[in-house]
């Protein structure tokens, strides 16, 4: 079955980084594109970025745009996203899952908190 494990959160202050990592198994990494979401407190989970297989073609929230950025390494089927510049709105626990812009899973993993606070 599709398992989905992210890592990597912690709590920052605005203007910091973080690259959270997500390791996936139970379906062909290399063949899907994937993607990261988040869910702030009160709010419905969002699409955040996208990136497609070999070609690498990727997508951003406009929110995101300029500051994140996608990636994936086929050999380990891991996604990561490294975030720059983050802000206190960048609060929120992050998923991955397949798919470009919307989920190709049912399944979720248990998602990593990012905390930006000073």
């Known amino acids: 079955q599709v398992q989905l494990v992210e890592s990597g959160g912690g709590q920052v202050q605005p203007g910091g980084s973080l690259r959270l990592s997500c390791a996936s198994s139970?379906?062909?990494?290399?063949?899907?594109?994937m993607s990261w979401y988040r869910q702030a407190p009160g709010k419905e989970r969002e699409w955040v970025a996208g990136?497609?297989?070999?070609?690498?073609?990727?997508n951003y929230a406009d929110s995101v745009k300029g500051r994140f950025t996608i990636s994936r390494d086929n050999a380990k089927n891991t996604v990561f996203l490294q975030m720059n510049s983050l802000k206190p709105e960048d609060t929120a626990v992050y998923y991955c899952?397949?798919?470009?812009?919307?989920?190709?899973?049912?399944?979720w993993g248990q998602g990593t908190q990012v905390t930006v606070s000073s």
């Open positions: 899952n397949g798919g470009f812009v919307a989920a190709a899973f049912g399944s």
């Open positions: 139970g379906f062909s990494f290399s063949y899907y594109a």
């Open positions: 990136l497609t297989t070999t070609d690498r073609i990727t």
